[in-house]
């Protein structure tokens, strides 16, 4: 079945970039029928979407993090990439990325297990 | 403060029902038939419990239902198990602006 595993820095500096890859395994990510996601979690507070690609590279963002936000998708590698700007200890987060099912249904599954981001110098 | 409303906490004792609620608006809740919902154990990713409303991926227990009246989705567990215990969270698609919404989480308490 489909695993998804994000990998990247722990730590960032404040006013720096945050960069997170997802690897997609047991599945193409060049798939027609979903986009792939990226949703964030700070300690202790509930989920936040942060935004989706499909594989053509067609990007939807959270509008309230969209001018700090850029996802890619690398689909010879089957990985998709977030890039997360000028980030400060408010983005101090767990970062999932997560499957969307598109066209005529709406759900997130599977999930990656997810990896803690700390915001600090 | 999140886009969709849920309580903070329910409870419920082995055996018994609960069900928690997810309050949004006509620009989210309301106006598709694209609510889902989670269940996260501490440490954990969340998992799809129920989606597009009231449907159930295969593996997850029927005690799981779904459902939505106007701007107001439910998740109701009935037969409470142990395992149960964990955080819900609700979402809701949202139109192609805002597009995708998530509830505040529900911890639920199996006493």
């Known amino acids: 079945q489909v695993q998804l595993q994000e990998s990247g820095p722990g730590l960032v500096k404040p006013s720096q970039t945050l960069s997170l890859t997802c690897t997609v395994s047991?599945?193409?990510?060049?798939?027609?029928?979903?986009?792939w996601s990226w949703i964030r979690q700070p300690p202790g507070k509930g989920l936040e979407w942060i935004g989706y690609i499909y594989y053509s590279g067609s990007t939807y963002y959270n509008p309230s993090l969209e001018s700090r936000v850029t996802i890619s998708v690398g689909t010879s590698k089957n990985q998709f990439s977030l890039r997360l700007s000028s980030v400060t200890a408010a983005d101090t987060a767990v970062y999932f990325c997560?499957?969307?099912?598109?066209?005529?249904?709406?759900?997130?599954?599977?999930w990656g297990q997810g990896t803690l981001v700390t915001i600090s110098s | 403060q999140s886009a969709l409303t849920q309580p903070r906490s329910v409870s419920g004792s082995p055996g018994q029902s609960v069900t928690i609620s997810c309050t949004g608006t006509?620009?989210?809740?309301?106006?598709?038939?694209?609510v889902s919902w989670y269940q996260q154990h501490p440490g954990k990713a969340p998992k799809l419990m129920v989606y597009d409303v009231s449907k159930r991926p295969s593996g997850v227990p029927d005690r799981f239902s779904g459902s939505k009246s106007g701007n107001t989705a439910s998740l109701t567990i009935s037969g409470l198990q142990a395992e149960d215990e964990a955080d819900y969270y609700c979402c809701s698609y949202a139109g192609s602006y805002t597009l995708e919404v998530f509830g505040g989480g529900t911890k639920l308490t199996v006493l």
């Open positions: 997560a499957r969307r099912k598109g066209y005529s249904s709406s759900w997130f599954d599977p």
């Open positions: 047991g599945g193409s990510i060049s798939s027609d029928d979903y986009y």
């Open positions: 006509s620009s989210d809740v309301g106006g598709y038939n694209y």
